[in-house]
């Protein structure tokens, strides 16, 4: 039989390899700690320090919002590019900025967007084409066929009729066309493409609003 001496010490090593298993199971992490620390004082002399972290650059944005109005124009469609960029002067800050030397080595290219918005209930908002007037009379005239102010027999074809035959007509098209426009800024000119322009269309003919708001 083994003496009281061995199995004491059995005991105790049993003991002392279940408290260990014990602690690694709730204590993970300190385990870990444990076994790498010697590690840690071996090669923390031979380690680099971490250089700090240069600051980043974070581009600004520039909000800006400005009313104007337009002069007032019978039922049609009319150019108002230049009319809008004679108005609203802060377009032409959006140019690219560069630094010296070389083939302008850091240069930061301004961007924006232009968003027009026409507050008048019977107006319209467009980019179309410029190159030939045709267009604009097409344009007026596909409108009058999308929405004519009486029938072919000259009957009545809408119920709100509160300001006269051409109410009704003139809110249909501004909904379809629109009320507003959004045109990209690049080099402090708007970017609208080749032959094509801003366009007002006053379907009643009244004094026209803009909000103006770019980026």
Sequence with gaps: MPSSAAASANYSFCSV???TLFIVCLFPGLFNYIITLPFSFLFASSSSPTPPSQPTHTPTMSWSQK???LPPKSRGSYLITDHVVQSLPEIKQYKAQCGGGGA???ATLQVGLLNLFVQHTSCALSLNE???????AD???ALDRIAPEAGPKGQDLY???AEGPDDMPAHIKSALIGAS????IKDGKLVSGPDRTLQLQPVRG???GIWSSGR
């Design 17 to 19: 390899l279940f408290l």
């Design 130 to 136: 410029n190159w030939d007037d045709d267009v604009r």
């Design 206 to 208: 009244k004094e026209s």
């Design 159 to 161: 119920r709100h009729s």
């Design 139 to 141: 344009m007026s005239d």
């Design 67 to 69: 009313q104007f109005t």
């Design 181 to 184: 426009v959004t045109v990209p």
């Design 104 to 106: 302008n080595p850091g």
